[in-house]
């Protein structure tokens, strides 16, 4: 049972674009809330996180909407570029536990 | 600042056999976590140590196990591999009580054949 689902599974925008990329929870005892940014044959890295106590977050041109009563927090990059073409992960975890769960990925691609 | 070490990058085995992946994390980092990547799963946690104890466990069969010594460098042990098992292995550490420190490694990629 996925207990994070992310959407969409890939997503083509072209430079300058901003793609949305969204991810939707169940578990109301979930309190943290990172994205991760995978390039082909690295692992995961930490993007930007976020914590429910707030609505939105942004850091450089990525941006996380953060919607508590709906359950879904979202993804924006502003003015994408090529280099930003790698696979996406939306994740969360609960207080006192220490593992993530993370949705199924989006991969992105950037076109010039 | 050296990263996540694992090794070896990657690995070819026959179903049946045993397999043991090593991960050094971060200096000064004492929490490890592994990780199992697939394309249709996604990553899916495995287990957490921390000084040298198991903290967290995912939902694995007990073929699936861990260790982490006293530097807090860690392995996972996989035994009688099944070909379902083939996927990319993950390692991250993190700082104690930091759940923004994640830094994951490039992994071990496992095939079962």
């Known amino acids: 049972q996925q207990q994070v689902k992310q959407s969409p599974q890939s997503l083509i925008v072209q430079k300058g674009g901003i793609p949305i990329i969204n991810c939707a929870y169940e578990?109301?005892?979930?309190?943290?809330f990172p994205w991760y940014q995978q390039f082909p044959g690295k692992g995961p890295a930490l993007l930007i996180a976020?914590?429910?106590?707030?609505s939105e977050k942004k850091e450089g041109r990525f941006t996380i909407s953060f919607n508590k009563s709906a359950k879904q927090f979202s993804l924006h990059i502003m003015d994408s570029q090529p280099g930003d073409s790698a696979t996406y992960f939306c994740?969360?975890?609960?207080?006192?536990?220490?593992?993530?769960?993370f949705g199924t990925g989006t991969r992105l691609t950037v076109i010039p | 600042k050296a990263g996540v070490t694992q090794t070896p990058r990657y690995l070819i085995k026959t179903r049946g056999q045993q397999v043991t992946l090593s991960c050094s994390p971060i200096?000064?980092?004492?929490?490890v976590s592994w990780y199992q990547q697939t394309p249709g799963q996604g990553l899916q946690f495995l287990f957490e140590?921390?000084?040298?104890?198991?903290?967290n466990k995912g939902n694995f069969p007990g073929r699936f196990s861990g260790r982490q010594f006293s530097n807090s460098r860690s392995e996972m042990n996989v035994s009688t591999l099944e070909l379902g098992d083939s996927a990319l292995y993950l390692c991250?550490?993190?700082?104690?009580?930091?759940?923004?420190?994640?830094?994951f490694g490039s992994g071990t990629r496992l095939t079962v054949v």
């Open positions: 991250a550490s993190r700082p104690s009580g930091q759940r923004d420190g994640y830094t």
């Open positions: 578990n109301t005892a979930f309190d943290y």
């Open positions: 976020i914590r429910p106590d707030v």
């Open positions: 994740a969360a975890s609960k207080n006192g536990a220490n593992n993530l769960f």
């Open positions: 200096s000064g980092h004492r929490s």
């Open positions: 140590y921390f000084s040298e104890t198991q903290r």
